[in-house]
């Protein structure tokens, strides 16, 4: 397939960046259809899994987002000084004129 002269080819980056999207996609499709079929669930565990057993499903299924526990977060609060900041009385203009006259307008392709 030929590309448009102004479309260039992706890079190496760009292809594994849609490939890790596409692998990200289908891990959560994948944790989704194994948190609503407690059948495929137990065969990734090798039979019926525990009762009160923590993995990856179980964890997507309660809708949790954070497995740990415990951990204390602390944040602190940004300070901000408004006195450091200089205001100005107006705005300089520009040293060159970048305005388009009104006769003229972007290229015709």
């Given amino acids: 397939m030929r590309l448009p002269s ?13 490939v890790l999207a596409a692998a990200c996609a289908l891990a959560v499709w994948l944790l ?18 525990a009762e009160h057993h923590e993995c990856a499903v179980t964890l997507f299924q309660h809708g949790a987002e954070n497995p740990a526990e415990g951990v204390a977060l602390t944040i602190a609060p940004a300070v901000w000084v408004a006195g450091e900041l200089a205001v100005a009385d107006r705005v300089a ?11 003229c307008g972007p290229p015709v392709r």
């Avoid at 479309?7 to 594994?16: D, G, N």
């Avoid at 989704?32 to 899994?49: N, Q």
């Fill in 32 to 49: 989704g259809v194994l948190s609503v079929s407690p059948e495929l669930h137990g065969h990734v565990h090798d039979g019926e899994p």
């Fill in 93 to 103: 203009p520009l040293a060159v004129d970048v305005r388009l006259q009104p006769s």
């Fill in 6 to 18: 102004d479309v260039s080819a992706p890079t190496p980056a760009h292809r594994f960046t849609r």
